[in-house]
């Protein structure tokens, strides 16, 4: 992978550095995804650990593989696999590709590098390198005065996330000072420096992938960035902040404690209710999708909650179903929000657009992209036999056995977690009615959705593998999850089918789940059967003869393609009801008055409050704070060696207290 990001830097004498990159990193991550596959498929669950003499002078850099890093590196190579081979072809439309290429391959390293370390340095070291090259790949179009403000909100997020992490492992080395995860493992912490530890990394891990109210740089950074770019950032670099998560919360912190899950769990669902809400307000394609990912987020948070509510309870069955939810959900995310990504570049290559009231009609104009996209919508809604649906069943599973618990906060809990879970799961299914709908039904509503040609094969092949899997996943779940059992195992103790789960490949019925079953297979043959049969019958028995007649216009005769149900109209009505609190609206409706010839104007104004609640007051307390630093550069020298006197004796006392 870096001899590919050299490869890109060199592009200046490499003519063809473009189709080498992309082309060299499809295949370097498809047999990277393809090893880790023929792992997960057999036992798993050997770890296998490499140290390297490089690092700093009494640490070497300490890697490792197992159950829980191979499942995190099968979704990031998969979905690097498909971006690459998206990226061959779509890098010939770019205005500048060669911005891209030499921190492709290095931002798909960077991940790799994370999953697998196995010491704070390494893991910090990585991190830091995913996010750098992550930034140089969001200001490849840095000409746009709002790609550089999304890269410097970006930037500042990503060394907020770590700093907190790196303070969190130093918590978690404690006095013995050991960085290794083996040495973290061997010292466990008390409750109180655990849950401090515990709390940082929520806040570095989260603000990474994008947890409310820490998700504002990510629906500016990730539609800034090229289309296959955008579907590694939503797609994988989100979820290798899950794994950092889940190796912290569930692997070094040691036994955790339940009112870190119940934490963790209503953070996920407000974070799903409030992502899918923007996303619907969304009228700009890409935006739109980073909202959603952001909802996806959530709810895998929800299932990492309910698994460390259900550990430190003692009930590691349902522990392993809420566990085995949330990884599927990481696999599943990143094979339909690559869909949806690569079809916004599809359109956006084929149009030049991406407000979705510009678009339209493109069913008819590009018929392969709209199936997929279709494939895609479907499995994000969460709508059987897809993959998506899967992981949201037994999400719920896990909810509604929630009442088994002893605490009354957590029952009572519980069933406001499913009451939101389910809130987001409907507003999603909305949500891309509405883009599907809007973008790819009706007429055109611009020259250039009228003027819209199918892609090429290449990108078509990208679109259409992750389509093909998340029917696959879909039908047959029971592939995927024992994949991740293993992980299952090493995180919360027991698989979600070590207490007697049945059903073969055919029907999903894990032990945990008590007597609920669900078949994958069972509900793609009835829905097909059916299809099948309603065809038939109305071939059989429908009238064959042409009616035609005028559509109703609301009284125009000859409505033209802009009269047609837009955007904004199709999330009026949510808008209205939640806009004031969540979303800051505020309609302005001038009209004139009878006689005048000027025109009516309708304009809206939306405003994450997370900016002037949260964001807005911390940029004016740092800049009291170093207005008031900036002051000690006037210090004479008698006050500096008083300062440093000071500081000595808080040092020396903070650390007598912590013997």
């Known amino acids: 992978m870096l001899l590919l990001g050299i490869v890109g830097m060199a592009r200046s004498w490499l003519g063809r550095a473009h189709e080498v990159v992309h082309g060299g990193m499809a295949l370097v991550c498809g047999a990277a995804a393809l090893t880790v596959l023929v792992r997960l498929a057999g036992d798993g669950t050997d770890a296998e650990t490499l140290a390297l003499p490089v690092g700093l002078p009494w640490l ?188 912290v919360l569930f692997d070094l912190v040691g036994e955790p404690l339940w009112w870190w899950g119940a934490v963790l769990a209503v953070l996920g669902a407000i974070t799903a209710v409030v992502g899918v809400l923007y996303a619907l307000m969304q009228d700009d394609v890409k935006k739109l999708l980073a909202y959603s990912t952001v909802e996806n987020i959530g709810v895998i948070v929800i299932g990492l909650g309910l698994a460390l509510v259900f550990k430190a309870s003692g009930v590691p069955a349902l522990a392993a179903l809420a566990m085995t939810a949330a990884m599927l959900h990481v696999l599943n995310h990143g094979l339909f929000k690559s869909i949806l990504f690569f079809g916004a570049g599809a359109v956006l290559t084929a149009t030049g657009e991406r407000d979705l009231d510009r678009l ?46 002893e605490q009354w906060e957590l029952k009572i809990g519980f069933a406001v977690i499913g009451a939101l879970l389910a809130l987001s799961a409907a507003l999603a299914a909305a949500c891309f009615v509405r883009f599907y709908g809007i973008a790819f039904l009706g007429r055109p509503r611009s020259p250039g959705a009228g003027q819209a040609r199918e892609v090429d ?18 039908v047959l779940p029971k592939l995927a999850i024992a994949m991740i059992e293993p992980a299952n195992r090493l995180t919360t103790g027991e698989g979600m089918f070590d207490a007697g789960g049945h059903g073969g490949w055919v029907w999903l019925a894990p032990a945990s789940a008590f007597g609920n079953s669900y078949s994958g297979f069972m509900m793609f043959m009835t829905i097909l059967i059916l299809t099948i049969l309603a065809v038939f019958m109305i071939h059989r028995y429908a009238s064959n003869r042409v009616r035609r007649s005028i559509p109703w216009a609301c009284g125009f005769t000859d409505p033209a393609p802009l009269g047609q149900y837009s955007a904004s109209s199709f999330a009026q009505p949510l808008r209205r009801v939640f806009g004031g609190q969540i979303f800051g609206a505020r309609e302005v409706v001038d009209m004139p008055a009878p006689g005048e010839t000027r025109p009516a104007r309708f304009t809206l104004e939306m405003r994450d409050p997370a900016w002037d609640r949260l964001f807005t007051p911390v940029v004016r307390l740092v800049g009291w704070l170093a207005d008031r630093i900036e002051g000690l550069q006037f210090l004479t020298i008698r006050q500096y060696l008083s300062l440093m006197f000071f500081a000595l004796v808080v040092l020396l006392v903070m650390v007598a207290v912590s013997q």
Not at 211 to 224: D, K
Not at 377 to 385: R, T
Request: net charge neutral; with cysteine.
């Open 360 to 405: 339209g009609g493109l069913i008819h104009r590009m018929p392969a992209t709209a199936l997929f996209c279709l494939v895609g919508a479907a499995a994000i809604s969460a709508l059987p036999p897809l993959n998506g649906f899967v992981a949201e069943w037994m999400l719920f599973q896990a909810v509604l056995n929630g009442p088994l618990l």
């Open 457 to 474: 094969a290449v990108m078509l092949s990208a679109i259409a593998v992750p389509a093909v899997l998340c029917v696959v996943v879909g």
């Open 60 to 247: 070497r850099a300490n890697l490792r593989l197992d159950a829980l890093s191979a499942v995190f590196l099968l979704a990031v190579n998969l979905v690097g696999c498909l971006a690459a081979l998206f990226g061959w072809s779509y890098a010939r439309h770019e205005a500048e590709p060669g911005r891209v290429l030499p921190f492709f391959p290095l931002f798909i390293a960077g991940m790799n590098l994370v999953l697998v370390a196995d010491d704070a340095f390494v893991f910090l070291m990585a991190w830091e390198f995913m996010s750098l090259s992550s930034w140089l790949l969001v200001l490849a179009s840095h000409r746009e005065e709002e790609t550089r403000r999304a890269a410097y909100v970006y930037l500042v997020m990503a060394s907020f996330g770590t700093a907190c992490l790196l303070l969190a492992f130093g918590i978690l080395a404690g006095q013995a000072g050991g960085y290794g995860f083996e040495a973290i493992r061997a010292h466990p912490l008390g409750a109180v420096p655990a849950s401090f530890a515990a709390l940082l990394v929520l806040l570095g891990a989260g603000s990474k992938a994008g947890l409310v109210p820490l998700h504002v740089w990510l629906p500016l950074a990730h539609p800034a960035a090229p289309s296959h770019v955008s579907a590694l950032m939503s797609g994988v670099m989100t979820k290798v902040a899950i794994y950092g998560l889940i190796r």
